[in-house]
Structure formats: C-alpha cells, structure tokens
C-alpha cells in the first residue's frame, strides 16, 4: 500500500545474518505516562475540550495530508486493535486506510474548509463486530467540512456533516517516525559493540523484525491511540541459536518488552522509552548500500 512497505520487505531481504529466547508479553502498567491520555480523563471527560485550540490552515497538503488514527465515531470510541486509521495521499487526491475491519480506497477534494470523500471501495472480510466498520463507512459518506484542533502539542481532525456536526474524530498518527531501519546505537545506557544489532519497525503493517547479533527476531506492534507517542512490540519471538555471548540479545528483548514510548531525537536518531520514561534503546538510521 505504501512505497514504504516495499522497502522495508528488500530491507529485511539484507538481514540474512545468523541472528535465544521466546519472550513471554507481558503487560505493562503506565503508570507516569498515563496523563498523555486526549485530556487526563479520556474522550468523555468533562473537560475534554478544555485546553484545544482551533488551528486555522495555511498550508492543507502539510496539515492535513498523512495518516490518522480514528478514536471516535459519533459518540463512541474506536476500538484501537485493529486499528482504524484514513491517510490523505494529496499528491494523487487518494484515501486510503482501515475501518476497523476492511482496507478501504477512495478519492478526495478539499480546501480549506471542504472536503468530499468519493469513490470509496473496501474489501470484503469479515469480522466479529462489524458496527465500527458500518459507522466509519456511514460517517465518511456523510463528511462535507473538516476541523483541526490541537491539544497538547497533538493535532486532531474533526469530520464534519452538512450542519457542522462531528461525524468523526481522528488523532493524527504520530510515531511514524519509527519506521525504517535502523542500528541499535545504545541499550539501557550500555553502547551497542556489535554493529549487526539491527531492528525494521513498520508501523503500517504493526511488525518488527530485526537481528540480535546472535539470533532472528520477530515480532508485532501495539499502537495506543489514546495516548501520545505509545508503542509496544508484542509476541516477540527469535530463532534459538547459542553464540558465545548471549549478553546483548538478552538486554535488546527485554528493552524491547519494556518500551511503552518513543521519542524522535531528529531523522536519523531516536529512542524507545519505559512507561517512567526512562531510555530503554537508541536507535540510529541505518544507511543502506546502494551501489550492491
């Protein structure tokens, strides 16, 4: 769907290196981090439109092109796994995302206060609850007008009905930062010798897959749409080679269990935190060969 994702499928082609152990997932408590929920008290606080300013548009392919997660429809939250998100592609005028269920596709016209959704297409699974997919579909349908509002240094999308009506609500995706490849720099404060320690993230298809210096690793991504820069890799598995030191695979997992953020340091440089925020892993973008 993405050019990203094909990137990343001949990047994890490179990993061909011999790279023990099966972790057990285990839930995390966010404890320090809880209050980057929407507003301290989820969507149907009291205060949850307390602090939100209203952002006006100067430049609509920068502010409202790229992806976002859906957390409400109407009244009711949006379940985060699957998650449902809509990516505006202004370049081609295209939308694309998932409803919850089904991958959809679509077209689009906007300015700076319209926008018209058209042509939507989905594919045909079918899932358990399919309410969330029916009220997506519906609320796209539906849309005539957009608004964008920030809270916290995060930016939110409101569709909007022919009478100004909330439609939808959608927090725009902001741990894409995280895909790619990339060399692990650093583990809990220790400087990673072993240059072969790398990880491919891929936000998209919610897979991490990478080497350990020793051992294979995969695994998959757990995205909170509730709160702000939430990630966690889950079912994290790795082949069951012994190498003579164990020491660095067995650190990489356990920091990689505990992460429940990250933190972009600039494009080439960033860092998966625990819930207190404490620095788990750092991680520098891996710079492919271009001439093989």
Not at 68 to 93: C, M, Q, T
């Amino acid at each position: 769907m993405k050019v990203l994702n094909l990137t990343i499928l001949s990047i994890i082609a490179i990993f061909t290196l011999s790279c023990s152990t099966q972790k057990n997932n285990s839930s995390t408590a966010k404890k320090d981090y809880s209050r980057t929920s929407l507003d301290g008290k989820g969507d149907s606080g009291k205060n949850s439109d307390q602090g939100t300013t209203i952002v006006g548009i100067n430049d609509i392919a920068l502010q409202l092109g790229g992806e976002w997660n859906i957390i409400s429809v109407g009244n009711k939250k949006v379940n985060p796994e699957p998650r449902a998100y809509l990516h505006f592609d202004f370049k081609n005028n295209r939308l694309y995302g998932n409803n919850g269920c089904n991958y959809i596709n679509g077209t689009f016209t906007a300015d700076a206060t319209k926008l018209n959704l058209s042509e939507m297409i989905s594919t045909m699974m079918a899932c358990e609850n399919m309410a969330t997919e029916r009220a997506v579909m519906k609320a796209l349908g539906e849309t005539e007008s957009f608004k964008l509002t920030e809270k916290n240094k995060v930016h939110y999308l409101q569709l909007l009905n022919a009478k100004g009506h909330t439609l939808m609500k959608l927090r725009r995706q902001n741990v894409s930062f995280v895909d790619g490849a990339w060399t692990v720099k650093e583990i809990a404060g220790v400087p990673t010798e072993d240059k072969e320690v790398r990880l491919v993230i891929d936000t998209d298809q919610l897979k991490i897959h990478g080497c350990t210096g020793c051992n294979i690793v995969n695994g998959g991504i757990y995205i909170d749409t509730a709160k702000d820069r939430a990630i966690q890799f889950q079912q994290l598995i790795s082949t069951r080679k012994m190498c003579p030191n164990m020491n660095t695979e067995t650190a990489l997992l356990v920091a990689l269990e505990e992460t429940c953020f990250c933190e972009k340091v600039n494009d080439n440089e960033i860092k998966l935190l625990d819930d207190k925020g404490d620095v788990k892993v750092v991680l520098t973008r891996l710079e492919l060969d271009t001439d093989r």
